[in-house]
């Protein structure tokens, strides 16, 4: 286990989206990804509930689970958008809040705070 001595801790970034501002992009680490929609099809069973933190690129990731249909593999779905943070994400924010509504998807919450 490693101890960190508080005045040695520093606060990374990260981020999918390479536009937010605390990413320090000369100073960095490539991690690899999976495919979220792939990886809730081969559990195999419905999934209760999931919180989507993934710094910015939630949006994206919901409209992919919409399309695909694989919201309805899962229960309920937490997300932190971050629109409040970043004002990039406000418009595709927005538009995401007025498909949920349009199609009467009950179980995404984009008020995760």
């Known amino acids: 286990m490693a101890i960190i001595a508080p005045s040695r801790f520093r606060w990374f970034g990260s981020s999918l989206l390479s536009f937010k501002e605390n990413i320090n992009k000369t100073n960095h680490h490539k991690v ?3 495919d979220f929609i792939e990886f809730i099809k081969n559990i ?12 910015g690129a939630g949006v994206k990731s919901i409209n992919e689970m919409i399309d695909s249909g694989i919201y309805r593999n899962i229960d309920q779905k937490f997300v932190e958008t971050h629109d409040d943070l970043i004002s990039d994400l406000v418009d595709a924010t927005n538009e995401l809040r007025r498909r949920i509504k349009k199609e009467e998807i009950t179980n995404i ?4 705070d």
Do not use: A, M, Y
Not at 46 to 51: A, F, H, P, S
Not at 109 to 112: A, D, E, I, Q
């Open 32 to 34: 690899e990804t999976l």
């Open 109 to 112: 919450n984009l008020n995760w």
């Open 44 to 55: 195999g069973k419905k999934v209760r509930l999931i919180k989507i933190d993934i710094e």
